[in-house]
């Protein structure tokens, strides 16, 4: 059974740092394209940024660019997205998600972890 278990959320005042981690099992993890996915309250899911299977190619949404970077360690099974600089409109639910597809901005994942809760506020 595949399965996703992010940590690292928190709350955090703004221009704070954090560190989401996905520990994947059930799988080969360095066969799949990776994403993270945020959903803020009242609004729908967003891909935040993409990873292909190997690591060397990265793609990242406008709304987020800018001291933010995604990576993966395939020996550890584990998936990465560190932001710094975090502002209030970084609070959201952040969701591990592999693609279905390998292509850095589909919009089709077909697992996804619990997600961990990211809020960023004074």
């Known amino acids: 059974q595949v399965q996703f278990v992010e940590s690292g959320g928190g709350f955090v005042q703004p221009g704070g740092f954090l560190r989401l981690s996905c520990v994947a099992s059930g799988l080969t993890f360095s066969s799949y394209y990776m994403s993270w996915v945020r959903q803020a309250p009242g609004k729908g899911p967003e891909l935040v940024s993409a990873?292909?299977?190997?690591?060397?190619?990265?793609k990242y949404a406008d709304s987020v660019k800018g001291r933010i970077t995604i990576s993966r360690d395939n020996a550890k099974n584990t998936l990465y997205l560190q932001r710094n600089s975090l502002k209030p409109e970084d609070t959201a639910l952040y969701y591990c998600?592999?693609?279905?597809?390998?292509?850095?901005?589909?919009?089709?994942?077909?697992?996804w972890g619990q997600g961990t809760q990211v809020t960023v506020s004074s």
């Open positions: 998600a592999r693609k279905t597809r390998a292509a850095m901005l589909s919009h089709e994942y077909d697992y």
């Open positions: 990873i292909n299977n190997v690591g060397n190619s990265t």
